[in-house]
């Protein structure tokens, strides 16, 4: 998580990219200029410049490369497509490129075949590419390619929306006889919903009611639809994992008996929650529980923090026995969960960031605490939420003593070397005075 944080950091620091079908769109020359050309250097022509592959469309986009060769080249030759990788997920390779960046191609008008884009090293590729090894062909004077496009929602968002590269042909030493440009736009859409965070809030009758995001830029929330009552059972309860647009993830509820309940996501929206499941008794020794990547926190009436891993994962509601991470922690007066952490506010109002260790033990879960920033006294809540805006990272919604409703996009920092609330606000919500928890 910490590392996927990295790189969305980037990628808001440098989001300046050009503009859709903007000048990177090049037009093909006339094919009298292209055949001039071959004849001296060879050359690869992208008929009609960059195709636009729209996310979530199911719809590949499709782009014609002719390859114009010089008249002396003869023998096999070998195609491949070189596109930038600007900010690649620290967890991309060539075992798990397959199946989220996917093409097909068809060589001189032949049935087509799946290729697979991949990302090694290759000869004369010196910077980080996705690298397409296409079909190894007969020289001719002209040769064509039809290729596929297509990026899954995980992948798209992490390339810019206009890529440019280089189409290179290369004879039997390695040579390059011939090379152009080639290039795509991706249309990132609207987020899936499994992509798009989502939130409850419970009123004073009870009743729990679900925000879920429109995955706009402006973080902007659909209506709110109706749960169910009887919520008015649990003194506590808590998001164990994020929960979803698509009805995916889970919660942790306490009722006025002490015993934990687990509420499971059901994948669902309309129902987003499974019946719950019984975990057990004794939780009224706590002040505080909440969920976060490893597992479950939770504080003691003393002060003390305690640690619950999960025992097999978080699709079920088992953990570890319990480990104490320390005393002091009354200090705080908010905190909330999140995927590399926790975060927590202070009785003067600083938020902190306790960011998992990942070579820490369940005693010592997390690196020494960053701040965050003060002011945070303004706000009566503070939750985690997966994101609510448009292909962003998680966010953090906070709810002031007006009952008015903001949300931070999370950022990346150094000091924290996790994610943090951003230094700008969005209002996304008013009203909330009528509910006494949001989770």
Known sequence: MRTTLVVATA???????????????????????????????????????????????????????????????????KARIALPLENPPFDSSADTLPGHLTSTVSVNGAAP??????????????????????????????????????????????????????????NTTGTKVAVGTAGFVIDLGTPSRDLRGAFHARDKSGVLWRFEALGEADSRLAARTRIGAGWDAYTLFTQLTPTYADGKGNLLARDKAGVLWFHEGSGDPAKPFKPRVRISAGWNAYTAITGYGEGMLARDKDGVLWNFEYKDSRLTPTFLPRARVGAGWNTYTAWTGTQDGVLTRDASGVLWKHTVDVNGTPAKPFRPRARVGGGWNVYSTIVSTPDLGRWTESDVVALDRDGRLWAYDTIYSAAAEGGIPGPIRKNIGWGFTIYNTVV
Not at 42 to 58: D, L
């Open 113 to 170: 075949v799946k290729v697979d884009w991949q990302l090694p090293t290759h000869p004369g590729v010196t910077d980080l590419s996705f690298v397409l090894d296409l079909p190894t062909v007969e020289a001719a004077a002209t040769l064509t390619f039809d290729v596929t496009f297509a990026v899954d929602d995980w992948l798209a968002h992490y390339i810019q929306p206009a890529i440019d590269g280089r189409f290179e042909v290369t």
């Open 11 to 77: 990628l808001i620091a440098g989001i300046a990219p050009a503009v859709l079908g903007g000048a990177g769109a090049v037009a093909a020359p006339a094919r009298g200029v292209a055949a001039q050309t071959a004849a001296e250097t060879g050359a690869v022509v992208q008929e009609g410049g960059r195709p636009t592959f729209r996310v979530g469309s199911g719809v590949p986009a499709k782009s014609t490369f002719k390859v114009y060769l010089p008249a002396d080249v003869t023998g096999p030759v």
